[in-house]
């Protein structure tokens, strides 16, 4: 009796793969990193990696061509590296998409990596800290750095107010908060640029906080009408504020972002070119 069930349960078990259809296999994933030459002033000098279109370098390796003794060290109670040199105190979060250098934040899309029990850092982050200039070929494969303006980054716990102002350090991070509180720290980026994109215009006021508040071009800012934009900012909306100031450009030349699930996109559309989606907004030149 047990074997007539067993032979009926093949059965059934049959008939459905024959009606449904056998699932097919998953394709091979892709590898998540991708090999990568290093030449630093032409020479062949180390191995990096490209993860997601992001390129990693071997930080020890990078420094040690250079002479500069860093230590990596970390620290897992608060899930970050430590980096050490002869002028440079440094550190990156667990899955933090910036490094914290000598008091200034670099840009680090993707965050950092352990490969090989070695930590890398992405390029744009590496590069802008060490003042050197990066440029990588199409198909990921190799990347030339060129060290000839090399500068260690300088900062200090006042370097944002005394190069940029105050009031414009203030309000920039407020506007961030108040439109993109909940993005991607990439999104939060391209509201900063917004900004600055339209005080670099001669159609726009010509700074940030006469952009925030420009009652002329009222189809940008709504926290300013809905008072939001006076709420305290976290503390990843003031870093996206001192990317911004650092130059760092996520959204390019653009001067209008809308959230399409909550707002009418319908002139957007029709009006101005699409530039790119990061997070829930829709960023628009």
């Not at 850092?121 to 990066?134: D, I, N, T, V």
Request: glycine share 8%.
């Amino acid at each position: 009796m047990k074997g007539r069930s067993v032979k009926l349960l093949s059965l059934a078990l049959l008939l459905c793969l024959l009606v449904c259809g056998v699932p097919a296999f998953a394709e091979e994933a892709e590898p998540a990193y991708t090999d990568m030459r290093i030449y630093i002033d032409g020479l062949l000098t180390c191995r990096g990696y490209a993860r997601g279109g992001t390129a990693l370098l071997p930080v020890e390796d990078v420094c040690r061509f250079f002479n500069v003794e860093l230590a990596v060290n970390r620290d897992d109670t608060a899930g970050k590296y430590n980096l050490s040199a002869p002028g440079l105190e440094a550190e990156i979060g667990d899955g933090k998409e910036y490094l914290l250098a000598n008091q200034r934040y670099f840009y680090a899309p993707g965050s950092a990596a352990l490969i090989g029990g070695e930590l890398y850092l992405p390029a744009e982050a590496l590069a802008k800290l060490l003042g050197l200039s990066c440029t990588l070929t199409e198909d990921l494969r190799r990347m030339d750095i060129d060290s000839a303006g090399m500068q260690l980054a300088r900062g200090s716990s006042t370097y944002y107010s005394d190069n940029f102002g105050t009031d414009d350090v203030f309000w920039l991070a407020r506007i961030i908060h108040a439109e993109a509180a909940n993005q991607p720290l990439a999104g939060q980026i391209g509201v900063g640029n917004v900004v600055f994109n339209r005080v670099a215009s001669e159609a726009y006021p010509d700074s940030v906080y006469d952009v925030i508040f420009d009652r002329e071009h009222s189809i940008q800012f709504e926290p300013v009408m809905n008072g939001t934009v006076y709420s305290e900012p976290d503390e990843q909306s003031v870093i996206a504020a001192y990317l911004c100031f650092e130059g760092y450009n996520t959204v390019g030349d653009c001067m209008y972002f809308v959230n399409p699930r909550l707002a009418d996109d319908s002139w957007f559309r029709s009006s101005l070119s699409f530039y790119a989606t990061i997070g829930d907004h829709d960023f628009y030149e």
